[in-house]
């Protein structure tokens, strides 16, 4: 019997492969306890719906599920899937089992990668040795310090887990023609969109390598092949564009993409472009929050160079796209440009952002180790000890990229460590000098704190999330009227411009907190009402509703609340006790109703009805009051009570006549005549 041996080169490809994931896995062995970052606190850590499994089908429903925030409550149903299971697996918000899972689909691109490339490279030049360069690429790739930006932020899964299956795609396409036949290669592309649409970009970028590689064609010579090439494309054209309508019908009205002028998002882009192209070779600047902003006009020299780059690389295309043996170099540049067109088209907020070239360099990887094959197999001379000096080279570009990648974790470590650097390499960044502010307020340095925050409203005086954390800290260090004037400030600056209304729950979140701890709990209530109208997932919100009600003794609402706390995470063990507090407890209003029951007087309905007041049932603390009145009629008292009520339910008239009733039985009452100034102030200035 022969005995069936393995090809020496496969099992050398094999042991490369192995030792290239464990140098990657060494490299970020230093990362995986990092902690959650940026939109992680609204898209994981106060998002209740990713708590419970079961919510996942309602993830697929549309994107309300997707964050606490409105505005960023886009439609990516399968990375808030992963986040469930996530949390389910940790059994709470451990940021170890959430970079694990992200780090194993990173791993299984770069796998992926390495026979997308290697078969790319053989189509252009068959050899033995393009297993070694696509090795080389994805190492690379895999250990470039700029992807550091992409794995440490957890919620830029999205952008991973697109990534990933848009290479699924493509490989399955390029080297299974079963999966060609049946059209199994767009399957990935199906789910990778759900992770974030620029998966669609993948119908573009098969178009060109159908171009070059297929019907051996290059943009030189436009029409030829361009129609066959197309027809080749229709699947995935249709598809891509069906899933691009899919998911902005699927995102809510409240989502926005957060940029301003169109025109001049777009004329910085180029130059936007060129910095991610040399970041690319020299990470040396990389930030987590960027303090870049927008052109003014052309005129800009920046915005000059940008555009000249984009031609230059256009051209390049062009004239690579002739030779097949070039074509690799010319189809990783076309897959860099159209996996960055759609972060260049829609204006974001952030007008560069690092951890958006994680979908880019894939084609630039490909692009620049090809062109050094190229560059190698020109050399003509003899140069002593090449293949030596070939080999250090490349191990010198790795280990650099695997040092700096570590350092950029280290950076990413915490909050602290993040915002610091921010600080330091983006000063512009109104948000990053806040968020630095934070953690020294955390740390009691109030005074440090509220430096950083100034530095902040130097840069971005209309930033809602300032102004609430400036309110915080004053409401800390005692300037109770002044945190009071930031809060509302934090609400009004969140305004839509288009409908005028607050778009940030975190703005009624934390002066729903401040009116509760001035012992204002009616305020407190009508602003959590605020607050859930835009975010009813919001957590913090719901056990901060809960704390209000305990106070207050409103043991049935507290059972309410708990309830709809536990409608969107079954398993939360504080709506749990909140829940069990409310069924073990006999209410204030209970007793009072029975003590009114048993001793009807004019001083137990107005008892009940201030405790109706408390407990936000204004109509109830009305009826309360009018059945005081019944047995005392000259009760200021009630007819204080009952105006106070009719001016939480905006019935400025009858809060009016009922103060000035009060009045007139007990002249020196002042807590009627500012309740009388407040409904005439709120009457003259049309409040509602």
């Known amino acids: 019997m022969r005995e069936s041996k393995v090809p020496p080169g496969t099992v050398k490809t094999v042991l490369l492969l192995f030792l290239v994931l464990f140098v990657v896995c060494l490299t970020y062995s230093n990362h995986f306890h990092n902690s959650f970052h940026f939109d992680d606190s609204h898209t994981i850590v106060n998002n209740g719906y990713i708590r419970d499994l079961h919510n996942i ?133 199906v789910i990778g969109a759900l992770a974030k649409p620029p998966a669609v970009m993948f119908a573009p970028i098969l178009f060109v390598y159908i171009l070059f590689f297929e019907e051996d064609s290059g943009f030189s010579e436009p029409g030829k092949k361009f129609w066959p090439a197309f027809k080749k494309t229709t699947p995935a054209l249709i598809v891509c564009a069906a899933l691009y309508f899919f998911i902005r019908k699927m995102e809510p009205a409240t989502w926005s993409p957060g940029g301003t002028s169109p025109y ?30 927008t052109f003014t006009g052309i005129g800009n020299i920046r915005c000059l160079l940008g555009f000249g780059f984009i031609a230059v690389l256009l ?32 204006p974001l907020a952030e007008v560069m952002n690092d951890h958006r070239i994680f979908f880019p360099y894939v084609g630039l990887v490909m692009s620049v180790t090809w062109s050094a094959v190229l560059l190698i197999r020109g050399i003509r001379i003899h140069i002593p000890l090449f293949k030596p000096l070939l080999i250090a080279l490349s191990l010198v570009v790795l280990g650099a990229s695997a040092y700096i990648t570590r350092k950029r974790n280290e950076v990413w470590k915490t909050e602290e460590s993040l915002w610091k650097d921010v600080t330091i390499k983006s000063p512009g960044n109104g948000r990053g000098q806040m968020n630095y502010g934070l953690i020294l307020m955390g740390q009691g340095d109030y005074t440090g704190a509220e430096i950083y925050f100034e530095r902040g409203l130097e840069r971005w005086p209309y930033y809602s999330y300032l102004h609430i954390n400036m309110g915080i800290l004053k409401e800390a260090t005692g300037r109770i009227g002044e945190a009071e004037t930031n809060f509302k400030n934090g609400i009004a600056y969140s305004r839509d411009a288009t409908t005028g209304k607050p778009t940030n729950p975190e703005g009624f979140f934390y002066y729903a907190r401040f009116l509760k701890n001035q012992k204002r709990f009616p305020e407190a209530l009508l602003c959590l009402n605020n607050l859930f109208t835009l975010s009813n997932a919001h957590l913090n919100g719901h056990y901060l509703l809960m704390e209000i009600l305990l106070e207050t003794e409103d043991f049935p609402g507290l059972k309410t609340a708990a309830l709809q706390t536990l409608a969107i995470s079954s398993t939360d063990e504080t709506a749990r006790y909140y829940l069990k507090a409310a069924g073990e407890s006999r209410s204030k209003l209970d007793k009072l109703t029975l003590e009114v029951n048993a001793h009807p007087s004019p001083e137990a309905y107005l008892n009940q009805s201030l405790a109706y007041f408390n407990a936000g049932q204004f109509d109830l603390c009305i009826q309360a009051a009018k059945e005081a009145l019944k047995l005392k009629s000259d009760f200021a008292e009630a007819w204080n009570n009952m105006g106070a009520a009719n001016g939480q339910l905006n019935k400025w008239d009858e809060e009016i006549l009922d103060c000035e009733k009060a009045l007139q039985l007990k002249p020196g009452f002042e807590l009627a005549r500012n309740n009388l100034a407040f409904a005439k102030t709120m009457k003259k200035e049309g409040k509602k």
Not at 150 to 155: G, L
């Open 315 to 346: 051209v390049s295309i062009v004239l690579l796209s002739r030779e097949r043996e070039f074509r690799p170099v010319a189809f990783g540049l076309s897959w860099f440009l159209l996996a960055l067109l759609p972060s260049s088209v829609v």
């Open 57 to 189: 089908p309602k993830f697929f429903k549309d994107g309300t599920t997707f964050s606490s925030l409105p505005p960023n409550q886009s439609y990516r149903p399968l990375v808030s899937t992963t986040l469930a299971i996530d949390y389910a697996l940790s059994g709470r918000l451990e940021p170890f089992w959430f970079h694990v899972s992200t780090f194993i689909g990173f791993l299984l691109q770069g796998l992926l990668m390495f026979f997308l490339f290697q078969k790319i490279f053989g189509l252009s030049h068959p050899s033995e040795k393009n297993e070694l360069a696509s090795i080389f690429a994805i190492a690379w790739y895999l250990l470039h310090p700029a992807n550091a930006e992409t794995i440490n932020y957890i919620i830029s899964r999205s952008d991973t887990l697109s990534t990933l299956f848009l290479v699924l795609g493509l490989t399955l396409y390029t080297c299974s023609s079963f999966s060609r036949k049946y059209f199994i290669y767009l399957l990935p592309i």
């Open 264 to 293: 001049a998002y777009l004329i910085t882009q180029p130059y936007v472009t060129l910095r991610y192209f040399t970041t690319f070779f020299l990470p040396a600047d990389l930030s987590a929050d960027t303090d870049w902003v």
